[in-house]
T-cell receptor, first 114, second 113 residues
Framework: RKEVEQDPGPFNVPEGATVAFNCTYSNSASQSFFWYRQDCRKEPKLLMSVYSSGNEDGRFTAQLNRASQYISLLIRDSKLSDSATYLCVVNTGISSGSARQLTFGSGTQLTVLP | NAGVTQTPKFRVLKTGQSMTLLCAQD?????MYWYRQDPGMGLRLIHYSVGEGTTAKGEVPDGYNVSRLKKQNFLLGLESAAPSQTSVYFC????????????FGDGTRLSIL
C-alpha cells in the first residue's frame, strides 16, 4: 500500500461546480498535512496547510480526519484557473528537529471546463 | 525575487556520463531537498540537507551524491547516468519547523539515452 494515495482522476468539471478530492495516508504517526498545486510541467506550489480543526481559504476548504486517516480538499465555484494537479502531501516526519520528510501523493488532475 | 533557482533547465546525457545539477536559494533557508518526479508517481526524496556541510539520504538515494558546501547551494551529482534516472528533478528549500512549507525550483528535465 502506498503511504499516500489519491484518486488520479482526471476530474472534469464545469466552471462554477464544486469538486472534492480525498487522500488517504497509511502512517498514523503523521503530523503535518498539506495540499500543493502543480500546473503542467511546473513546480509544485503550496496551496494550503491542513489543520486538525479544518481550515478554509477563500473557495478552498481542507479537512483532516485522523481516525480514518484521510484528508480532503473542497473547491467551490471552480474557475478555469483552478485546472491543475492537486498533490496531497503528508509529513511522515522523523523526530522533532529533523528535516521534515514529506511524502507526496501522485496527484489528482482537475480540468475546469468553460 | 529569485527564490529557488535550478540549473540547467534541460539536459540530455548518454549512459555513463556524469553531471551536476545546481540548486541555489536566496531565502536563507536551512533545509534543502532534492526530489525526482516520474509519471504516475509522486515526488520522491533523493537526498536532503539540514544545514551547511550536512546531507542525508532520502527514499531513493542510489546513484546520486549531494553536497552542501554553502548554505544557499545544494548540488546533486549523477556519477554514472543510467536511463532509469531519466526524470524531472526538483529542488526545494524550507525553514526548520513542522508547519513550514517547502519552496520549489522550477525543475530540471533530464534525459538519459
Amino acid at each position: 500500500r502506498k503511504e499516500v494515495e489519491q484518486d488520479p482522476g482526471p476530474f472534469n468539471v464545469p466552471e462554477g461546480a464544486t469538486v472534492a478530492f480525498n487522500c488517504t495516508y497509511s502512517n498514523s504517526a503523521s503530523q503535518s498535512f498539506f495540499w500543493y498545486r502543480q500546473d503542467c510541467r511546473k513546480e509544485p506550489k503550496l496551496l494550503m496547510s491542513v489543520y486538525s480543526s479544518g481550515n478554509e481559504d477563500g473557495r478552498f476548504t481542507a479537512q483532516l480526519n485522523r481516525a480514518s486517516q484521510y484528508i480532503s480538499l473542497l473547491i467551490r465555484d471552480s474557475k478555469l484557473s483552478d485546472s491543475a494537479t492537486y498533490l496531497c502531501v503528508v509529513n511522515t516526519g522523523i523526530s522533532s528537529g529533523s528535516a521534515r520528510q514529506l511524502t507526496f501523493g501522485s496527484g489528482t488532475q482537475l480540468t475546469v471546463l468553460p | 525575487n529569485a527564490g529557488v533557482t535550478q540549473t540547467p533547465k534541460f539536459r540530455v546525457l548518454k549512459t555513463g556520463q556524469s553531471m551536476t545539477l545546481l540548486c541555489a536559494q536566496d531565502m536563507n533557508h536551512e533545509y534543502m531537498y532534492w526530489y525526482r518526479q516520474d509519471p504516475g508517481m509522486g515526488l520522491r526524496l533523493i537526498h536532503y540537507s539540514v544545514g551547511e556541510g550536512t546531507t542525508a539520504k532520502g527514499e531513493v538515494p542510489d546513484g546520486y551524491n549531494v553536497s552542501r558546501l554553502k548554505k544557499q547551494n545544494f548540488l546533486l551529482g549523477l556519477e554514472s547516468a543510467a536511463p532509469s534516472q531519466t526524470s524531472v528533478y526538483f529542488c526545494a528549500s524550507s525553514y526548520p519547523g513542522d508547519k513550514r512549507p517547502q519552496h520549489f525550483g522550477d525543475g530540471t528535465r533530464l534525459s538519459i539515452l
